[in-house]
């Protein structure tokens, strides 16, 4: 039983550092607000879903440099994606966005 709970604790430590996340075309209609706690993610691919809004807890993915959001269900972004200083690219095609999310943009 130990050996189950400390496989389970290097598999957790392997996800907390995780470079990249894929689920494009998971079916997926919403994005978990624990994302936030993945520091290290470089890459989000997230194409190809139904999701509906993303949590403001993506502003804390400090090295977060792509985010593939093509072909969801988004109508706006939260302010915090603002704070992604490292981002470099963000797709969004395929969305109803009705507006940008303001300030972050400027």
């Known amino acids: 039983m130990d050996g189950d709970r400390t496989t389970a604790g290097v598999r957790a430590g392997a ?3 995780a470079a990249e996340f ?3 075309g998971a079916g997926l209609d919403r994005v978990p607000e624990a994302i936030g706690d993945l520091p290290d ?7 190809w879903n139904r999701i509906t809004d993303v949590p403001p807890s993506i502003g804390r993915l400090r ?5 593939l959001l093509d072909g969801n269900r988004l109508t706006g972004l939260p302010q915090e994606i603002g704070r992604l200083g490292a981002l470099r690219e963000l797709h969004l ?3 109803a966005l009705e507006a940008s999310p303001g300030p972050c943009w400027s």
């Open 41 to 47: 993610l470089r890459r989000i691919d997230l194409a």
């Open 22 to 24: 894929r689920a494009s």
């Open 15 to 17: 996800v907390a550092r």
């Open 63 to 67: 090295r977060l440099a792509v985010l």
């Open 93 to 95: 095609d395929g969305n």
